[in-house]
Every structure is written in structure tokens, then in C-alpha cells.
């Protein structure tokens, strides 16, 4: 089994900044993609960033472009998500995946736990 545990989310005030990261362990594929989704209440789940085993290939939402910077150490199978200039709208439980590739990396089924993240007006 894969096991993906998320931690850096708190609460800060707009325009503030936080770190979050996703620790991949257990049967991991000899390469693959990682990516983030958040959920706000009452709402759907969502993509927010997505990277490949390289690292040379990153997509993000349009929502978090120029704002979100998503980045990964292989040698720690970490996966890293820098939040920069929060809006009160990025208030949500923030959630790593991990996938074969960007382009399936919901079908795996291997989700965090999530953190949470909270952006005061």
C-alpha cells in the first residue's frame, strides 16, 4: 500500500504564505506523478497543481497561477506546495495524490489525509 501524510497547513491572514508537504511511503511506483486538490466546504473537490516524476512538467489551475509553485524531492518522495498571496477563497482541506502519471493521477486512489488551511480576511 502507498501512504501519503500532508502537514504545513494553518491559518493566516490574506496575503500570507505557507508550505505545504506530502510525504509519500510504503509500495510507491518506480515513477511517478504527484499532485495537489483542495476541497472547500460545501464544495467539490478540485485540482490545484500537478507534477511529474522529473519535475519538469507542472500544471496548475488557473485559479492559483503565478500564485502556487508546485515542486517534489524524489530522494525524500516528497511533494511540496509553496502558497503564496492566500486569498480568503484558498480556504480549504488541501489533498496530495499520487498517480502513474499527471494524467491519472486521481485514478490510483492513493489520497492523503489532507490539511487544512484556513485564509482570514
Known amino acids: 500500500q502507498v501512504r501519503l501524510v500532508e502537514s504545513g497547513g494553518g491559518l493566516v491572514q490574506a496575503g500570507g504564505s505557507l508550505r505545504l508537504s506530502c510525504a509519500a511511503s510504503?509500495?510507491?511506483?518506480?515513477?511517478?506523478?504527484m499532485g495537489w486538490f483542495r476541497q472547500a466546504p460545501g464544495k467539490e473537490r478540485e485540482f490545484v497543481a500537478a507534477i511529474s516524476w522529473s519535475g519538469g512538467n507542472a500544471y496548475y489551475a488557473d485559479s492559483v497561477k503565478g500564485r502556487f509553485t508546485i515542486s517534489r524531492d524524489n530522494a525524500e518522495n516528497t511533494v511540496y506546495l509553496q502558497v503564496n498571496s492566500l486569498k480568503p477563497e484558498d480556504t480549504a482541506v488541501y489533498y496530495c495524490?499520487?498517480?502513474?502519471?499527471?494524467?491519472?493521477?486521481?485514478?490510483?486512489?492513493?489520497w492523503g489525509q489532507g490539511t487544512q488551511v484556513t485564509v482570514s480576511s
Open positions: 510504503g509500495r510507491i511506483f518506480s515513477r511517478y506523478a
Open positions: 495524490a499520487l498517480g502513474g502519471s499527471i494524467a491519472t493521477i486521481t485514478d490510483s486512489g492513493y
